[in-house]
T-cell receptor, first 110, second 117 residues
C-alpha cells in the first residue's frame, strides 16, 4: 500500500506569514496533485506536477515535485485567511487508485 | 461542462435502514472513485469503478457496502443496515483516464454527508 505522509498535520499561523507543507512517500509517482478542501465542500484541484524537480507557481502558492518524484512541497507566501483549509496531496501511478495524503489542516488567523 | 454531481448533499438514516448515495461523473469521464472522510481527517479510499466494472475495492468493508457504475446512469454507493459508525462524508471523484495515464487528474463532487441516528 502506497502511503503519502503529510506534515505538519495541523498548522495555525498569523496572516502575512509564510509556510511550507510537505508530502512524502517511499513510492515513485508519475504525477502528483495538490487539493484544497474547505469545510463542508469537496476537494478542489490546485495543481498537478509531473516532472521530477518541477516547480509550479499559482499566485502566492509554489509547488515543487522532488527530483525522484517521491515527494512534494507546497509553499504559501504571505498567507491570507482565505487560504484556510485542508490541503491534500495525491499521487497517481499506473494502477488502481489515486493515493491521498493524510492532510494538513491550515488556519490563517486575521 | 458540469462538474461531478453528488446527491443527496445530506442524508439522514435510522440505524438498520439503507443508504443510497449517487454520483454522476463529469461528462466524458468513465472512471469513478469513492472516498470516505471523517471530520478533521483525510480521504479514505473505498472503491474504484470503470463503467460496469469494479477495478479496485480494497477499501470497501466486506459487509453491508456495495458499489456499482452501470452502463447508463450514475454510480451508486449502497450501505445496507446502516450503523452509527457509518456517519461520515462520502465523496465521489471522476477522471477521464485511469490513474497515471497521461497525468490524468481526479475531480471531486461536493459530497454526501450521511448521518445515522
Amino acid at each position: 500500500t502506497q502511503l503519502l505522509e503529510q506534515s505538519p498535520q495541523f498548522l495555525s499561523i498569523q496572516e502575512g506569514e509564510n509556510l511550507t507543507v510537505y508530502c512524502n512517500s517511499s513510492s515513485v509517482f508519475s504525477s502528483l496533485q495538490w487539493y484544497r478542501q474547505e469545510p463542508g465542500e469537496g476537494p478542489v484541484l490546485l495543481v498537478t506536477v509531473v516532472t521530477g524537480g518541477e516547480v509550479k507557481k499559482l499566485k502566492r502558492l509554489t509547488f515543487q515535485f522532488g527530483d525522484a518524484r517521491k515527494d512534494s512541497s507546497l509553499h504559501i507566501t504571505a498567507a491570507q485567511p482565505g487560504d484556510t483549509g485542508l490541503y491534500l496531496c495525491a499521487g497517481a501511478e499506473t494502477g488502481n487508485q489515486f493515493y491521498f495524503g493524510t492532510g494538513t489542516s491550515l488556519t490563517v488567523i486575521p | 461542462n458540469a462538474g461531478v454531481m453528488q446527491n443527496p448533499r445530506h442524508l439522514v438514516r435510522r440505524r438498520g435502514q439503507e443508504a443510497r448515495l449517487r454520483c454522476s461523473p463529469m461528462k466524458g469521464h468513465s472512471h469513478v472513485y469513492w472516498y470516505r472522510q471523517l471530520p478533521e481527517e483525510g480521504l479514505k479510499f473505498m472503491v474504484y469503478l470503470q463503467k460496469e466494472n469494479i477495478i479496485d475495492e480494497s477499501g470497501m468493508p466486506k459487509e453491508r457496502f456495495s458499489a456499482e457504475f452501470p452502463k447508463e446512469g450514475p454510480s451508486i454507493l449502497r450501505i445496507q443496515q446502516v450503523v452509527r459508525g457509518d456517519s461520515a462524508a462520502y465523496f465521489c471523484a471522476s477522471s477521464p483516464l485511469p490513474p497515471g495515464k497521461l497525468n490524468t487528474e481526479a475531480f471531486f463532487g461536493q459530497g454526501t454527508r450521511l448521518t445515522v441516528v
